[in-house]
């Protein structure tokens, strides 16, 4: 069983900064992949990035790349979403997630946190 926590949402001006951390906890969570999604109402849930466990190497959608950066740090079982350059419709409620396969698929993620708001104002 793996728990995962985010943390860091919070209320930006567009063109700011967030970081958005998730701490998993569990006894093998250092090894699963971490998954950021985001939703906002009445959309459904999508992919933004993520990291595997082994090696570190990141993968992010279009919408991301060069703006959103995810890191890891496996001392203290967490990982990173940092945020730049932010836009009005990156506002969402952001979700981490933990897979034993990476992937970029919803349903691909066992285990889920319970998600943090990001508002981006214009």
């Known amino acids: 069983q793996v728990q995962v926590v985010e943390s860091g949402g919070g209320l930006v001006q567009a063109g700011g900064s967030l970081r958005l951390s998730c701490a998993a906890s569990g006894r093998t969570s250092s090894r699963y992949a971490i998954g950021w999604f985001r939703q906002v109402p009445g959309k459904e849930r999508e992919f933004v990035g993520g990291?595997?466990?082994?090696?570190?190497?990141?993968y992010y959608t279009d919408s991301a790349k060069g703006r959103f950066t995810i890191s890891r740090d496996n001392a203290k079982n967490t990982v990173y979403l940092q945020m730049n350059s932010l836009k009005s419709e990156d506002t969402a409620v952001y979700y981490c997630a933990a897979s034993l396969v990476f992937g970029t698929k919803v349903g691909q993620y066992e285990y889920w946190g319970q998600g943090t708001q990001v508002t981006v104002s214009s």
């Open positions: 990291i595997r466990w082994r090696g570190n190497d990141t």
